[in-house]
């Protein structure tokens, strides 16, 4: 079993900045690719940002150039720099996990994040 444990989100105004952090504990050492998935109010679950086991990320074109995925094998963590905020990426962040040995994804509890206007 993989824990994904969030934290870092919060209430920002248009244009600022936060850092979401996603630790992973447990049965780490085969995860292939780890990121944040988010769900606005209402809307699908979308793919924000990944990164694999060799550091290579992968960005939706709407976030590209304004968020920073990264990550502390050491730690096994990864953060997610968030600038230039804009109202509609309000929502829950969640973490997540991949394993391609069993094809299983794990999930992280979810971290709100508000753009306020």
Known sequence: QVQ???SGGGL???GGSLRLSCA???????INVMGWYRQAPGK??????AITKSGNTDYVDSVNGRFTLSSDN?????YLQMD???PEE????????HKWSVAYDYWGQ????????
């Open 4 to 6: 994904l444990v969030e």
């Open 44 to 49: 699908q679950r979308e793919l924000v940002a």
């Open 12 to 14: 920002v105004q248009a």
């Open 74 to 78: 050491a730690k096994k963590t990864v």
């Open 24 to 30: 992973a504990s447990g049965s780490i050492s085969n």
């Open 84 to 86: 230039s905020l804009k």
């Open 90 to 97: 309000t929502g829950v962040y969640y973490c997540y996990a």
């Open 110 to 117: 979810g971290t709100q994040v508000t753009v306020s206007s």
